[in-house]
């Protein structure tokens, strides 16, 4: 009965606090109370509506999109691939949560070198991007997939369904929630790992421009560029949360 | 014998990374690379054992930041949690800050906060307990709402405040969550570590790989990647260890 009023209410609080928090941040830019490395929230901001400044940060904007975005494919794909083959064949399934584990566990920058040699500086983001997604995917779409109660897996068994059918019509089914939970999660982790495949002298892009713009004390441009990447990752992380929403109240 | 069977079991497990260090050396052996562009696995381990006194300094700062900033990081967001458990006003404030921080990428951030902090350690230090705080904001969060209704009342009835519901009850709710916080968030911190030393390049295995590349030295670099990836290996599997002692306390 009075979940909506309580909805409303939270919306407004959280809206009267991101107001608070923005204002928050224009008077420290503008009393210098962080020194000169925080400007102003407007500064900033007319800095974006300058033409140059928006085209510089759009072009560069679509680029770190463009990598994160295949490597979001990318990755995705790999990894759902991966933990169907090591649910239809049980033996290489240890060994490959193991390796997950171990690949999650790398410091990406550390696998910068390797990549830089195999696959150059320009696809680097992307392919640093897909490894982001790819563990968290894998580990989300393997535990997705052991989510099905051993009741329906006998059913099947009795039916005289094979491998491959039981994963077509009872894990994967079961396992679209976990599949959405993983594409939210994994949104911001194609993007950090766009960008930081970027630092390693890819030609353009966000990551690039961040660099450049704190190594050149362009205060104006660096948290412009921030930003920029901040709203693509917080709208891949709404829509994916949207998709979500969906694909719960249909599959569950 | 069951020992000897499970430590069998766990070498056998770990065939993806024997078909790694195999397709690496056939890689490079191949297509005939050299030592600039792609150092064979064995040079680069020999290097590791030989060199090993070059990098401890390195790996000591780096795991200290890392475990410093995992700590800081997580307390920050177990205290923001129960702030806004307390209060719906203040949930107001810290529910969207936690939202953008949750989204900023922390490549974006390093360079902002090396420029209002400087170059050094606190930086790097902030810059750990940044990416740390937002899960075990979340992770608190979601334990704290789980405390049951019947648990709550019986506090109520009893004469229990908030103080004491939190702290005889919710922490119980909480600290497993917050476990699973750690244990997600370990190998992040080593790597916001890494990212923070590389461009700032003043101390750690960030910065000891940044100084390895620009003197084209490829054992020294791959070698630091690969004791990096040992450390933090070694980090999440401390922090799945610590998960589970606390689990089997608590429940």
């Known amino acids: ?49 300058t033409p140059a400044g928006a085209s510089l940060l759009w072009r560069n904007t679509l680029v770190t999109f463009s990598s994160a975005a295949q490597g979001f494919l990318l990755g995705a794909v790999i990894a759902v691939l991966g933990a169907a083959l090591a649910l239809v064949v049980p033996i290489i399934r240890p060994g490959m949560d193991r390796f997950a584990a171990i690949l999650h566990a790398v410091p990406t920058i550390a696998l910068a070198p390797l990549l830089i040699t195999t696959v150059g500086r320009e696809d680097a983001p992307a392919v640093i991007a897909a490894l982001s997604v790819g563990f968290v995917m ?10 099905t109660s051993s009741a329906h897996q006998d059913l099947f068994t009795v039916i005289g369904a094979n491998r491959t059918r039981r994963l077509a019509r009872l894990e994967l089914p079961r396992a679209v929630p976990a599949f959405f939970d993983g594409l939210t999660l994994s949104a911001p982790a194609a993007i950090l790992g766009a960008t930081i495949g970027e630092w390693f002298g890819a030609p353009m892009g966000l990551g690039l421009v961040i660099v450049s713009a704190m190594q050149n004390y362009q205060m104006a441009l660096l948290w412009a560029a921030a930003m920029a990447a901040t709203i693509m990752s917080l709208l891949a992380y709404l829509v994916f949360i949207q998709l979500q929403r969906v694909a719960m109240r249909r599959f569950t | ?77 177990f205290v923001g949690a129960v702030l806004v458990w307390w209060s ?7 529910t969207p800050a936690a939202l953008i921080i949750r989204s900023v990428p922390i490549t974006a951030l390093i360079p902002i906060i090396a420029r209002i902090v400087g170059y050094g350690d606190p930086a790097v230090l902030a810059s750990t307990m940044l990416i740390c705080f937002f899960p075990a904001f979340v992770f608190t969060l979601s334990g704290l709402a789980a ?37 997600i968030t370990a190998p992040s911190a080593v790597l916001a570590a890494m990212l923070a030393e590389f461009l700032m390049g003043t101390s750690g295995l960030g910065a000891l790989f940044s100084q390895a590349r620009s003197y084209m030295d490829m054992e020294r670099s791959w070698g630091t990647a690969l004791v990096a990836t040992v450390v933090s290996v070694l980090v999440f599997v401390g922090a799945q260890l610590m998960e589970r002692r606390v689990e089997s306390r608590l429940t």
């Open chain 2, 1 to 77: 014998m069951t020992r000897a069977r499970s430590i069998g079991m766990g070498i056998v497990h770990l065939w993806p990374i024997a078909l790694l260090l195999l397709s690496w050396d056939a890689w490079v052996v191949l297509n005939g690379y050299t030592s600039t562009v792609a150092p064979r696995p064995w040079f680069v381990i020999a290097d590791v054992f030989t060199g090993f006194a070059d990098y401890v300094p390195s790996i000591l700062y780096t795991l200290g930041m890392a475990l410093g900033g995992l700590v800081g990081g997580t307390l920050i967001g």
């Open chain 1, 1 to 49: 009965m009075n979940t909506p009023t309580r909805t409303s209410v939270k919306v407004a609080y959280s809206l009267a606090g991101g107001a608070l928090l923005i204002l928050a941040a224009q008077l420290i830019g503008q009393f210098g109370l962080a020194g000169r490395a925080w400007p102003p929230v407007m500064d900033v901001v007319s800095y974006v509506t």
């Open chain 1, 138 to 147: 894998f580990v989300t779409m393997a535990s997705g997939f052991a989510n």
């Open chain 2, 88 to 94: 719906a006003a203040l949930s107001g404030v810290v």
């Open chain 2, 147 to 183: 405390i049951p209704e019947a648990g709550r009342d019986l506090f109520t009835v009893l004469g229990a405040n908030k103080l004491q519901v939190l702290s005889r009850l919710g922490v119980l709710y909480a600290l497993p969550n917050l476990m699973v916080s750690v244990r």
